[in-house]
């Protein structure tokens, strides 16, 4: 099933005729190229963050038996680090999901962007959204990628990282798992949630979304979103903190009003600059506000 907010909020922030030869962003190895459905990639506005006092790369975490990878980054020979989850957009860990993560090692954190959909299949691989989404998204369970994010979890704590300074942030697809996670796994301080989709029809693999959740939610999460998103729109934003306000939640949105879906994605003509910078340093400072740092 494809769902209809991410797949209008990603089409309206995706143009689709520019000439790009998709196959040559394809890289096969977690953290590089850009999916085809991401397409165009607009390299002069895309942010690029080194690896010089760092380590970066892919790591793998068994699930089950099931090994996924893990684009990990971190300050180079140090432990006891905060972990924060990086979960990416329907495209998948590729370049920018990567970059993000090497940011965050940057400030101090242990961060881990795992590949969510490797059971289902490669985003990369698909030329459109609509394919992304029927081919592999759609057929992704919650629950799935509830225990994947526990297991990684469970490898940060064996690998240097200090669990109890946890936190998670994702993007679009990842932002909508990023309140999920946060009322799934009591041990996170803190989320920050960009743009993801809060309402949504329910059905086997999507038992819940987060207006479901948000009445019995404990975990302050900053949610991030753009007044002219046009698949999540601002009633279920209003919706969503009408349910937080039941529990008493400290979470809290922020909406920007010269911005729509993706504005985060520095690689993407929908990338709003003073927007990102702006929700990047309050992801920041709300990790170091309540414990993940």
């Avoid at 972990?83 to 954190?109: C, N, P, T, W």
């Avoid at 991030?224 to 009408?242: E, H, N, R, S």
């Avoid at 809290?252 to 993706?262: D, T």
Wanted: proline share 5%; hydrophobic share 40%.
């Amino acid at each position: 099933m494809i769902v209809k907010e991410d797949f209008d909020s990603l089409v309206a922030a995706t143009p689709r005729t520019d000439g790009t030869d998709r196959r040559s962003f394809l890289k096969t190895a977690l953290g590089t190229g850009f999916a085809a459905a991401a397409m165009p990639v607009i390299a002069q506005t895309a942010i690029k963050t080194d690896t010089t006092g760092l380590t970066a790369g892919e790591v793998t975490v068994t699930v089950k038996g099931q090994k996924v990878p893990v684009y990990r980054a971190q300050p180079e020979g140090k432990t006891n680090l905060p972990v924060v989850l990086v979960v990416s957009e329907i495209f998948g860990v590729h370049e920018h999901i990567a970059d993000v993560a090497r940011r965050f090692a940057k400030q101090g954190y242990l961060a881990l962007a795992p590949d969510l959909f490797v059971r289902q299949g490669n985003p990369g691989a698909y030329p459109s959204i609509a394919e992304v989404m029927k081919e592999v998204v759609s057929k992704v369970p919650d629950g799935q990628v509830m225990g994947d994010l526990d297991a990684v979890v469970a490898w940060a704590k064996d690998n240097g990282g200090n669990v109890d300074k946890l936190g998670i942030t994702g993007f679009c697809w990842g932002g909508r798992i990023t309140w999920l996670y946060s009322a799934h796994n009591p041990k996170v301080k803190a989320g920050v949630a960009w743009y993801g989709r809060l309402v949504g029809d329910r059905s086997e693999l999507t038992p819940e979304h987060p207006v479901d959740i948000a009445a019995n939610l404990k975990v302050p999460v900053l949610g991030l979103y753009g007044a002219k998103d046009q698949g999540i729109t601002l009633d279920t934003v209003d919706k969503m903190k009408a349910e937080l306000a039941k529990g008493g939640s400290k979470s809290e949105f922020v909406v920007y009003q010269n911005s729509g879906h993706a504005f985060h994605a520095d690689y993407r003509p929908s990338y709003v600059e003073a927007d990102a910078k702006d929700g990047w340093q309050r992801c920041l400072v709300w990790f170091k506000d309540h414990g993940v740092a």
